[in-house]
């Protein structure tokens, strides 16, 4: 069974720095894009970042460039979101997923694998 586990959230002070997990289980990381998602209390999911190992890509939704950096350890079966400079619009739930690699995506109805999240709360 494919299963993705996200860890890494918390409730922190803007300014600070968080660096979010994606354990995966049951498939090839390298076949796949891990992508990762939040979504803030009564807004829309919106994808935030898309990584591909095996393909040496990362891409990023505008909102979050420049802040936002994407990392795998393919023998850990693990992805990494780095988050720098976090403000309040950060807050949101933050989940991972996947889907076996076709090219680089945010449209979250093309990922098949999703986990529970992670609860990441900013602070003034």
């Known amino acids: 069974e494919v299963q993705l586990v996200e860890s890494g959230g918390g409730s922190v002070q803007a300014g600070s720095s968080l660096r979010l997990s994606c354990v995966g289980s049951g498939f090839t990381f390298a076949d796949y894009a891990i992508g990762w998602f939040r979504q803030a209390p009564g807004k829309e999911r919106e994808g935030v970042a898309c990584?591909?190992?095996?393909?040496?890509?990362?891409y990023y939704a505008d909102s979050v460039k420049g802040r936002f950096a994407v990392s795998g350890d393919y023998a850990k079966n693990t992805v990494y979101l780095q988050i720098y400079s976090l403000t309040p619009d950060d807050t949101a739930v933050y989940y991972c997923?996947?889907?076996?690699?076709?090219?680089?995506?945010?449209?979250?109805?093309?990922?098949?694998?999703w986990g529970q999240g992670t609860q990441v709360t900013v602070s003034s």
């Open positions: 997923a996947a889907v076996k690699f076709t090219g680089l995506t945010l449209r979250e109805n093309e990922f098949h694998y």
């Open positions: 990584f591909s190992g095996s393909h040496g890509d990362a």
